[in-house]
């Protein structure tokens, strides 16, 4: 097929930075889209037909598929496959119908004028995402390249972090890299007060927890502290929690159902495992439909879609899951059929049951369709007077199913 979109990185030195093929292409192109700083890089007096973008961006994504056929050039800032347009016309457009010809991220500009080592580095974007995101990736001594929306971002980032308990971070603002204005500015997120800033900027963030440290930090591994949840009861403790994602087994780009989700906990860890993860928490109770809004909020998972309703019907219309988690309601007519009907072959269903009247749901189950069985019984040391004595939590049945 023969290639008629281009995608070309550009610097902020602008045209002059341009490899030959990225020139050569610009030059040839019929067509060319961009943003308003990318377009008024183009000589004036250029005939050549130009699309802004549109928001939302669907609209000019269909403007470039119409144009099928003719040359066409989209001017992108930096790499555009790290966290930018290329990456999103790749969905749309097959990557034989392109040439990409990116130029040096701003992740990689920034190391070098840092001296970071970038696969050391985590890093994100917050441009049209919630802040939020970073509250998975903050740990003493972490190191952050995070792209801004804009010159509030430095703030916003500050004030996140100092409420975390990280106000002795390190932020260090890189503006216009590789321009002739480019700047730095560096200070700490509790005293972080600087606004004047482009709004073209990266943020380096070296984590340094407040001492006295006000909370431990969270580990991404499954089984966090109950006391990192709010809820109202209904929430999956923390050891029976870890052995249910261990059964979720959830792998980079997964779909889960966290069917009854109450707290969100599993949904929450189940995308903490890594950042490609995905969920779906599904619950009715409206006190319950805030604790999970502000539990992901608060644990880095912004984006866990929470759909309101009561299961099975609920479920209707929703994405082909991976694995699906149940946690409670068992006996729900037709709640566990609908959930194995809707798993994606080689998916995982892990249902967890405490009274007798849902372990007899189960066992019905694993005696059709096979799978594992297990019996989980936990007890913690709580005091009894000046000692300490086990006290028993109540134990749960857990059943495994693999869809064949």
Sequence with gaps: MQKWLSIVGIGEDGLAGLSPIGRALLDQAEVLVGGERHLAMVPIGDRREDLLWSSPIATSIQQILERRGQSVCVLASGDPMCYGIGATLTRHIAIAEMTIVPAVSAFSLACARLGWSLPEVETLSLCGRDPALLNAVLFPSARLLVLSADRHTPSTVANLLTQAGFGDSQITVLERMGGSHERIIAGLASEWTTTDLADLNTLAITCIPTSPFLRSPLARSAGLPDTAYHHDGQLTKREVRAVTLSALAPLPGQLLWDVGAGSGSIGIEWMRSDRRCRAIAIEQHPTRLQFIA???????????????????????????????????????????????????????????????????????????????LTRIAIQRAEPIGQFLGWKAMASVTQWVGLKR
């Design 294 to 372: 502000n539990n992901a909020a608060a644990l880095g998972t912004p984006h866990l879609q929470i759909v309101v309703g009561k299961a099975p019907a609920a479920l209707q219309d929703l994405p082909e899951p991976d694995a699906i988690f149940i946690g409670g309601g068992l006996t729900t007519p037709d709640l566990l059929d609908t959930c194995w009907r809707s798993l994606r072959s080689g998916g995982r269903l892990v249902v967890n049951a405490v009274t007798i009247e849902s372990e007899q749901v189960i066992f019905q189950q694993q005696r059709e369709l096979g799978g594992e």
